[in-house]
């Protein structure tokens, strides 16, 4: 299970956390917490290996800032795609599994509409 949760704006403050919880007798505990230096206004879970993350990130206050990074559940980087048109908005990442375990990407920006083979 993975929860991002938003902090405050501001110079030096980071937008978002990864957290990574774990269920115990006692409850909801978080086992680590991973701070981003970028704002994640979406991301999924990779459907193949489900231990990996893709995030759809806004890096800094400029035009054409965003990309897709991929993740470990750890925050490890692994992965980042090229800067795409536009910003990204809140749910316009979608990933599906093809029948043979490759992956297809629908992206929206508010410039442009990507879609990946």
Partial sequence: MIHFSVDAYGPGASPHELHKPDIT???????STVALDFRVPDFVVDPVTQSHIYLLVEEGDTYNN???????????????GPALVGNASDSSLYVRRNEDNSLQFLISTTKMMYVTQ
């Fill in 66 to 80: 965003t990309r897709i990074i991929k993740i470990d559940t750890d925050g490890t980087f692994i992965w980042q």
């Fill in 25 to 31: 007798d006692s409850g909801l505990i978080y086992m």
